[in-house]
């Protein structure tokens, strides 16, 4: 039962690179000013929540992990008027005061305001010590307590399974290619990268008008599952000569945008000799922390090239998550087919391991159900 002293949840709890998932009760705070508690129905699994528990990311342990959620509100803090409980929202990573100078300019992920959550975590262990809330959310739970900025309502007739999607991996990949780069009509684009975030980016330039559209995976079943979500042609980076792929597919030019959505080392060695004169590299996947690149710059000034880093893709939660709902729901968007697999809280090991094999799109942690599916191939 609720109270003002918070509630009890279950929770995956990672305590250490290369430890699995320890699903445990773990104390929830009720929400405070401005912030809400959300019964969370579906969290998908994001590749930089591995980057965490791999080691590949420096963090401090214990923590939850996950943070695409969607869910509904169970509680509101005071000064929230505008959500009722019951509402079924999104969840997003993304956190604004409204108040600091990137907020006034709409620069939402680069907020540098203070806010409770961000200083003292409303999770707790047995022994009352506290459990931080991984990328702000904590979404590998039966409830989370956030800031207000980070839930956007949705329609009632919008699956929260695939609502979820919009909480990272989807609004990252979209608003790499419309808020970032810019895309236009007739543009040249290449996705390096067909994880759920380079299929975001995929269908986001089909539906900026792009043409054509190149994808580049090792991965068989990411180049197949490409091709269904709008790539024009498709490449074997082990194999494919890839300057002379882009030039064939345009008649000459190299490409105007060209979108590294991995964090793998290999996928941005000579991007930018991809790129045409006047052209974007951007930098969306987030390689290790100590991975760096060699670019000249007068070379790149020559070239009038541009490198633009895009955290996730620039987006606006207000602004960037309706236009999503709206080409979903117009047929635009794919969400359903790039979900390939759920699980229980339970399984989260499982569903680690599905993400590290490179093999699905997004799977998804259904923390309040004991149901485990499969969907389509990747």
């Avoid at 956190?95 to 409303?122: I, W, Y």
């Avoid at 900025?149 to 695939?162: A, G, K, N, W």
């Avoid at 991007?271 to 070379?299: C, H, K, Q, R, Y």
Wanted: charged share 15%; net charge negative.
């Amino acid at each position: 039962m609720p109270t003002d002293r918070g509630v009890t949840i279950r929770a995956a709890v990672s305590r250490g690179v290369g430890l699995p998932p320890s699903i445990e009760d773990l104390h929830l705070d009720a929400p405070g000013v401005g912030e809400v508690r959300v019964a969370v129905e579906a969290c998908a699994v994001c590749h930089s929540d591995l980057s965490y528990v791999d080691g590949t990311w420096s963090t401090t342990f214990p923590l939850v992990l996950g943070h695409e959620a969607a869910g509904r509100i169970v509680q509101t803090g005071s000064d929230v008027d505008d959500l009722t409980d019951g509402d079924p929202v999104l969840v997003s990573l993304i956190r604004t005061c409204g108040e600091c100078l990137a907020c006034r300019r709409g620069h939402d992920v680069a907020c540098s305001g203070e806010f409770t959550l961000s200083t003292c975590s409303p999770l707790s262990d047995a022994d009352g010590n506290r459990i931080p809330q991984g990328l702000n959310v904590a979404g590998f739970a039966t409830q989370v307590v956030v800031h207000r900025s980070q839930v956007t309502l949705l329609p009632d007739d919008v699956d929260l399974i695939e609502a979820s999607l919009l909480g990272c991996g989807v609004l990252t990949g979209s608003g790499a290619v419309t808020n970032t780069a810019g895309v236009s009509d007739g543009d040249t684009v290449v996705v390096v990268g067909c994880g759920g975030v380079g299929i975001s980016t995929i269908q986001a330039a089909r539906i900026a008008g792009a043409s054509p559209i190149l994808a580049v995976d090792p991965v068989a079943t990411k180049r197949e599952a490409a091709k269904r979500f709008g790539a024009t042609h498709v490449l074997d980076p082990t194999t494919a000569d890839l300057a002379a792929a882009v030039t064939a597919a345009t008649g000459g030019p190299l490409a105007d945008h060209l979108f590294v959505t991995t964090g793998a080392p290999a996928a941005l060695d000579g991007a930018i000799d991809l790129v045409a004169p006047m052209g974007n590299l951007v930098i969306v996947g987030m390689p290790a922390d100590d991975f760096t690149i060699e670019v000249s710059p007068s070379w790149l000034a020559a070239a009038n090239k541009s490198i633009l880093g895009s955290k996730l893709g620039t987006s606006r939660l207000a602004v960037d998550v309706p236009a999503l709902i709206n080409h979903h729901r117009s047929g635009r968007l794919d969400l359903a087919g790039m979900v390939t697999s759920t699980h229980p809280l339970a399984d989260l090991a499982v569903a680690f391991d599905e993400v590290r094999s490179g093999e699905v799109l997004r799977t998804v942690i259904l923390p309040n159900s004991q149901a485990r599916t499969s969907g389509g191939p990747a």
